[in-house]
């Protein structure tokens, strides 16, 4: 059959057998969009943990390397904040629904859910995860600049730097949340309605 065959039979069926069409290739839409969101959520829990497991050691051995009291407050932090981050994955990677455990409807209620959770850890990605970083390892940096001549340029490049760094990280959360979590959230919105309407 050509796609000009299939559009004619389409059209020639009855008004509900188009509609139910209509919401079944919605339905395949909003799933496919769905499971290449946590395709990429998982990569990117994966980048993450890889990363926190690298930083830990580091900071540890910094704790003993480095004699200055600051630098080893620091690094005690930032290896917190790294353990403060596996958790926060660990408790995402929870909540991510499991497609074939529940009801449908349910399903999108509990991808709803999930698909909010990543909205509202985006928007307050500087205090959960930027401004703790930036500030441990200003504070990492001071304690190594400890009776350096040039300590206050050092320090103000080094707090510049944070600034920029807390920024990008701020920017990029916030395009990631408007160019992949709520396109989606707003579509499984309008299929959740859609489904509780019949």
Request: hydrophobic share 45%; aromatic share 12%; glycine share 4%.
């Amino acid at each position: 059959m050509t796609e000009d065959e299939l559009k004619k039979l389409w059209q020639s069926s009855p008004q509900q057998e188009q509609v139910k069409f209509e919401k079944s290739r919605f339905m395949i839409e909003v799933q496919s969009n769905v499971d290449s969101f946590h395709k990429g959520m998982k990569r990117l829990y994966l980048r993450e943990t890889m990363g926190v497991i690298v930083i830990i050691p580091i900071f540890l051995m910094y704790i003993f390397i480095f004699p200055q009291i600051l630098t080893k407050i620091a690094s005690g932090l930032i290896i917190l904040w790294a353990l403060y981050i596996l958790f926060v994955i660990a408790k995402t990677k929870k909540k991510i629904p499991e497609q074939y455990a529940d009801n449908y409807l349910e399903y999108l209620h509990k991808t709803r859910a999930y698909l909010e959770l990543q909205k509202k850890l985006r928007d307050n990605v500087l205090l959960w995860y930027a401004l703790p970083l930036i500030s441990f390892s200003f504070l990492f940096m001071v304690g190594l600049s400890e009776g350096k001549p040039d300590q206050a340029s050092f320090l103000i490049k080094v707090g510049g730097i944070c600034l920029v760094v807390g920024a990008i990280i701020y920017i990029l959360n916030k395009i990631s949340t408007k160019r992949f979590v709520q396109p989606k959230l707003t579509k499984v919105n309008e299929l959740i309605k859609a489904l509780e309407e019949e």
